[in-house]
């Protein structure tokens, strides 16, 4: 069984900042691309960042050059920088995980999500 768990999320005042943490754990094998999505009240689920597993980078235009992602791959986890934060960034912020089992079998992980506010 493979678990996704997302932490860090809270209350932060406009141009402040944030940590997102996203932790795989369980069978894995291997990861491949890993991202970060979010959905604001009323609105559909979209693309924040993503990070591949060689490396390679890509942002929304709405959070480029404020936010920045990364991983560490030993430690099967991925980051979420957030500056500069904006009211209109609150959102449920989820993780995703393409994961390879030890089984060998494919696994597209969702996180529980955590909740981004950013009000004064």
């Known amino acids: 069984q493979v678990q996704l768990v997302e932490s860090g999320g809270g209350l932060v005042q406009p141009g402040g900042s944030l940590r997102l943490s996203c932790a795989a754990s369980g069978s894995i094998r291997s990861i491949n691309t890993m991202g970060w999505y979010r959905q604001a009240l009323g609105k559909e689920r979209e693309l924040v960042a993503t990070?591949?597993?060689?490396?390679?980078?890509d942002y929304a235009d709405s959070v480029m050059g404020r936010f920045t992602v990364s991983r560490d791959n030993a430690r099967n986890t991925m980051y979420l920088q957030m500056n500069s934060l904006k009211p209109e960034d609150t959102a449920v912020y989820y993780c995703?995980?393409?994961?390879?089992?030890?089984?060998?079998?494919?696994?597209?992980?969702w996180g529980q999500g955590t909740q981004v506010t950013v009000s004064s």
């Open positions: 995703n995980a393409q994961i390879i089992t030890r089984a060998s079998a494919y696994i597209n992980k």
């Open positions: 990070i591949a597993s060689d490396g390679s980078l």
